[in-house]
């Protein structure tokens, strides 16, 4: 009986099976525990860790906030932040935390997750905009290449996050930042409206960066078509030249050689002595 009652008692370590009970429910705990803990987390943080890389982030305004409390004042932080790969997408978010860092990384996931694509024509906006959200008013103008971006500090910081190069902008109304970074954002929101309303068709810059190469190539072969042309002149000349000098040579070389004729000698003055005197 001993014997018996110690074959059929399992040993400790061993897991159990699903053959004695072949209830799905055990199987599928089995299962869980087969997985390892935490298994999921460490993918997603890689996947926001590699999304990350490819933007800009840009603290555009840090506010220190305080509240009275019955224990005492509590201190936070709100941070504007906006981010931009400069290809086209550009989005603004507001962090709120107890220390700088942890505000920084809110307010960069939440404009993240309100991102817009700016369409652009070239390397700046297809048309002018003014927009008024609350107190303040903007208006963005298209720039030829080459002026650069020509923005005050707000504007700026949402423009050349979404990659634009070439702007002239104008703040209106009030100087509060986070004001004009939202008057801006809303500003591009309306040419993207714009755009897919009335179906515009505008250049990409990879599309303009390859006319402009085609043409650079164009004008360096006529450069280089005329220095060639110049350089066939000069040597048709010379060889005209040199031949009209080997003709005049061989002439001269045929011709005899007359003497030089001889000067006569100057006829010379007979020398009168006067008579001395006596």
């Not at 429910?25 to 869980?32: I, M, P, T, V």
């Not at 933007?55 to 506010?63: A, D, H, L, M, R």
């Not at 707000?154 to 939202?182: C, F, M, W």
């Not at 220095?227 to 066939?232: D, H, P, S, V």
């Amino acid at each position: 009986m001993a014997e018996q009652t110690m074959n059929n008692q399992a040993p400790a370590n061993s897991t159990p099976t699903t053959a004695s009970t072949g209830r799905p429910g055990e199987q599928q705990f089995l299962r869980r525990e087969r997985r390892p803990f935490g298994g999921r987390g460490p993918r997603q943080d890689r996947r926001e860790e590699d999304n990350s890389e490819h933007f800009e982030e840009k603290v555009v305004q840090v506010s220190r906030v305080s509240k009275k409390t019955k224990g005492g004042n509590q201190m936070s932080f709100s941070i504007l932040v906006v981010v931009g790969d400069k290809k086209g997408r550009v989005g603004v978010g507001l962090g709120k935390g107890k220390d700088v860092v942890s505000a920084i990384k809110k307010g960069a996931k939440k404009a993240k997750k309100n991102l817009i694509i700016v369409p652009m024509d070239g390397g700046t906006i297809p048309f002018r905009v003014a927009v008024k959200e609350g107190a303040a008013q903007i208006i963005l103008k298209p720039a030829p290449k080459g002026s650069g971006v020509i923005a005050g500090g707000p504007v700026r910081a949402v423009v050349e996050a979404a990659g634009i190069r070439d702007l002239s902008s104008k703040i209106l109304g009030t100087g509060n930042q986070a004001s004009n970074v939202y008057a801006t954002f809303a500003a591009l929101k309306e040419i993207e409206r714009v755009v897919q309303l009335k179906g515009l068709k505008l250049k990409s810059i990879a599309e303009e960066e390859a006319e402009e190469a085609a043409k650079v190539a164009a004008l360096q072969e006529k450069a280089q078509g005329q220095a060639e042309a110049t350089l066939k002149a000069e040597a048709h000349k010379k060889s005209k030249t040199g031949g009209a000098k080997n003709s005049t040579s061989k002439a001269d070389a045929k011709a005899p050689t007359k003497a030089a004729p001889k000067a006569k000698a100057a006829p010379q003055k007979p020398s009168v002595k006067k008579a001395e005197s006596k």
